[in-house]
């Protein structure tokens, strides 16, 4: 009876099992989408001004940002049209990743809503490590990266922590599995990650701002299940 089924699975599917073929495959892999839009358009400037405006009059939010300044997470809701367009790049590198997932169909039918806040960082302050559960994809975009960094330094660096437990268990930093994953931020850079990977920013040193504006995707929960 037992074997019946299975030869039926495998006459209808065709493969039983993950299909792989001869070679070194990324198993467990985590998305991460980088995209560099530059500053040709002059917007890194205009969400400078806005930022920084903002930043003169409201009180930080604190959260994982230690030493520097958080917006409140109504960052996307201005009429602002330097806003406007950080909007639009946000949405589409969102679905991009969307679709990448392996239940993106399932996503796009649920509705989804979007919040975003201004990060300022001045001399001294970082990013303690956190993650952003259980946001469905988190991400970051760099307004502004301050004041050049030395190059043997991790100064301002953003870092991503492997979100396997097994390969920290060896010898580090040189165990074979766990080469840290360290991203060097350039004005106009967009990353994109899983809400739950862990990740931290190394102190920043200088004296001129360094900003950024980092954001949630939120999947709404399905009607039909509640």
Not at 124 to 130: I, K, L, M, P, T
Not at 167 to 179: I, K, M, Q, R, V
Request: glycine share 8%.
């Amino acid at each position: 009876m037992v074997r019946g089924k299975r030869q039926a699975m495998k006459q209808t599917d065709g493969q039983r099992g993950t299909a792989v073929r001869d070679g070194v495959h990324a198993a467990f892999s985590t998305p991460l989408l980088v995209k560099r839009y530059g500053d040709d358009d002059g917007l890194n400037a205009k969400l400078l001004e806005h930022i920084l405006a903002r930043e003169a009059k409201e009180a930080t939010r604190g959260m994982s940002n230690v030493g520097g300044w958080h917006s409140p997470a109504d960052l996307l809701g201005s009429s602002d049209p330097a806003i406007h367009e950080l909007r639009k790049r946000v949405a589409n590198c969102i679905r991009k990743v969307v679709l990448n997932n392996r239940f993106s169909a399932l996503a796009l039918e649920r509705s989804m809503h979007i919040s975003a806040w201004a990060n300022v960082a001045r001399d001294g302050a970082y990013n303690a490590v956190h993650n952003h559960t259980p946001a469905v994809f988190s991400g970051v975009y760099y307004v502004s990266t301050g004041e050049p960094a030395p190059e043997d330094s991790r100064e301002g660096l953003i870092e991503f922590i492997d979100p396997r437990p097994g390969p920290h268990g060896g010898t580090l930093p040189t165990h074979a599995f766990n080469a840290p994953l360290i991203i060097d931020p350039e004005p106009g850079m967009m990353l994109v990650f899983p809400g739950w990977l862990l990740h931290y920013v190394h102190p920043y040193r200088g004296t001129a701002p360094r900003v950024s504006v980092a954001f949630n995707l939120w999947l709404d929960r399905d009607s039909s299940r509640s």
